[in-house]
């Protein structure tokens, strides 16, 4: 059975930091790509990071750009999602996904699995 499991998530003023965690077991994790998403209220999932099996290939939204990194630990089955000069329109719940490829992506449709994801929250 495929998990996914997301922490770190929680409520920060503006201009702080959160590190987001997701734990992975029952997949190939050296070999999945995996990704990081987001959800505000009222609006669609949205991409925000992803990297490739091995950490060489990562790509980023432009408003994150900067701001995030993306990284992962294979010999922890985890990836990890470092958030820096968090503004308010960053609040949303964030959700990894993995998917049984070795590049990444930023389409929703090209991920097989999901955590539940982790609240931010971040005031003004």
């Known amino acids: 059975q495929v998990q996914l499991t997301e922490s770190g998530g929680g409520s920060v003023q503006a201009g702080g930091s959160l590190r987001l965690s997701c734990a992975v077991s029952?997949?190939?994790?050296?070999?999945?790509?995996m990704g990081w998403f987001r959800q505000a209220p009222g609006k669609e999932r949205e991409f925000v990071a992803t990297?490739?099996?091995?950490?060489?290939?990562?790509r980023y939204t432009d408003s994150v750009k900067g701001r995030f990194t993306i990284s992962r630990d294979n010999a922890k089955n985890t990836v990890y999602l470092q958030t820096n000069s968090l503004k308010p329109e960053d609040t949303a719940v964030y959700y990894c996904?993995?998917?049984?490829?070795?590049?990444?992506?930023?389409?929703?449709?090209?991920?097989?699995?999901w955590g539940q994801g982790t609240q931010v929250t971040v005031s003004s």
């Open positions: 029952g997949l190939p994790f050296s070999s999945s790509a």
């Open positions: 990297i490739s099996w091995r950490g060489s290939d990562t």
């Open positions: 996904a993995a998917r049984t490829g070795i590049r990444g992506s930023t389409d929703t449709r090209e991920y097989d699995y």
